[in-house]
């Protein structure tokens, strides 16, 4: 009763934000991180252990894949160079460069547990960047760029993570174990893709060679491919996440939709506009329902001089750092693309100073 009661409070909060964003100048999920942190912040207040793998299995598949459905295809492909640069490049120049900085702010964590945690916050996160960035400020260009980075760069990061985590329990560390594991998460997870949207549209066509199928059975279809996809692929040990990318990728663009008749094909859109807003905001809200006990128990590593000042200033520091380290590699590339432009004599799209600011 109690897990009842408490998804209904965080459905019904997610309710109430949606009206709060229209009086409140702040984008949606901060808000909603506000609520979760308030819920959770008195002493009587909300406190909730979340499963990590639980809360991935529910919450990420059909979000990456919602985002994926909807991202622009052509201009994925035509800006897939950049694109890579970041989902790949960026990540392990992050992971080094802070990786390095935190243990040289704080001595105390050792430099592959701090590899560790610049692998966990290297990659951006696609449900952020499609809820906090405001397309109508942003460059079109810039938006697509962030997009395609934000659901490709989890399989770098999380294959680092995993290699960092094992070099801390095992003490030893392999480059070519690495890239061998990189190349199987990346290539098994877009498989896993793949066959699930295969399986996906032959399991449509059977239900259409059945005749008199309710909607509701295809739409059902639908809404279990991005779950397929990440258990396949996490069984697998490959990425999870890039499976759910890219099974959302192939269902806008394989055709898939024509084996759904017109009634099933406008209640899984309309169902997944639904389930997109309350995951979203649930995933928010319960991330701020985490924010009061991580403050509460700040490590004595991090509190040692000042139980306050210190922890904010070296979170302030290290954002910082994320943010100039994302700037430089930005401003290389742009150099890297203005000398290729002019050894190929032809015309290089290049970033201005603010755009490369909004991109960091």
């Known amino acids: 009763?109690?897990?009842?009661?408490?998804?209904?409070?965080?459905?019904?909060f997610v309710a109430v934000s949606g009206a709060l964003v229209r009086l409140v100048r702040v984008p949606l999920p901060v808000l909603q991180i506000a609520i979760g942190a308030a819920l959770a912040w008195p002493v009587r207040g909300i406190h909730v252990e979340i499963d990590?793998?639980?809360?991935?299995?529910?919450?990420?598949?059909?979000?990456?894949?919602?985002?994926?459905?909807?991202?622009?295809?052509?201009?994925?492909?035509?800006l897939r160079g950049p694109i890579l640069d970041l989902a790949i490049g960026l990540v392990f120049f992050t992971i080094v460069g802070f990786g390095y900085a935190l243990h040289w702010l704080v001595p105390s964590i050792p430099l592959v547990v701090?590899?560790?945690?610049?692998?966990?916050l290297s990659p951006t996160?696609?449900?952020?960047?499609?809820s906090i960035v405001d397309r109508n400020v942003v460059p079109p260009r810039l938006m697509h760029i962030l997009e395609g980075e934000s659901l490709l760069n989890d399989a770098s990061g999380l294959v680092m993570f995993r290699f960092a985590v094992a070099a801390?329990?095992?003490?030893?560390?392999?480059?070519?174990?690495?890239?061998?594991?990189?190349?199987?998460a990346v290539a098994a997870g877009i498989l896993a893709g793949v066959v699930a949207v295969f399986a996906a549209a032959k399991a449509l066509q059977l239900l259409n060679r059945i005749g008199g199928v309710p909607a509701e059975a295809q739409v059902l279809v639908m809404i279990l491919i991005p779950f397929i996809a990440y258990l396949a692929a996490e069984h697998?040990?490959?990425?999870?996440?890039l499976a759910a990318v890219t099974a959302g990728v192939?269902?806008?663009?394989?055709?898939?939709?024509?084996?759904?008749?017109?009634s099933a094909r406008m209640q899984t859109i309309s169902l997944w506009t639904t389930l997109s807003f309350v995951f979203?905001?649930?995933?928010?809200?319960?991330?701020g329902l985490q924010l009061p006990d991580i403050i509460r128990h700040v490590p004595p590593e991090l509190s040692s001089r000042h139980w306050l000042i210190e922890p904010i200033l070296t979170v302030l520091i290290l954002t910082l750092c994320l943010i100039a380290l994302r700037f430089l590699w930005i401003w290389v590339g742009d150099i890297a693309a203005r000398l290729a432009a002019r050894f190929g004599k032809r015309k290089a799209e290049t970033f201005g100073l603010r755009v490369r600011l909004a991109g960091s």
Do not use: C, H, W
């Not at 009763?1 to 019904?12: N, T």
């Not at 996160?125 to 499609?130: E, G, I, L, N, P």
């Not at 697998?236 to 996440?241: D, E, L, R, T, Y």
């Open 1 to 12: 009763m109690q897990v009842a009661i408490f998804i209904l409070v965080v459905l019904g």
């Open 52 to 78: 990590p793998e639980l809360f991935l299995l529910v919450f990420i598949p059909p979000l990456l894949f919602g985002d994926a459905v909807g991202v622009p295809k052509r201009e994925l492909l035509a």
């Open 114 to 120: 701090a590899f560790a945690l610049a692998a966990v």
């Open 125 to 130: 996160d696609a449900v952020a960047v499609s």
């Open 168 to 184: 801390v329990l095992t003490g030893s560390f392999s480059f070519a174990a690495a890239s061998l594991t990189f190349l199987y």
């Open 236 to 241: 697998a040990g490959a990425s999870g996440i």
């Open 250 to 262: 192939l269902t806008s663009g394989s055709g898939i939709f024509r084996y759904l008749g017109v």
């Open 280 to 287: 979203n905001g649930a995933l928010f809200i319960l991330l």
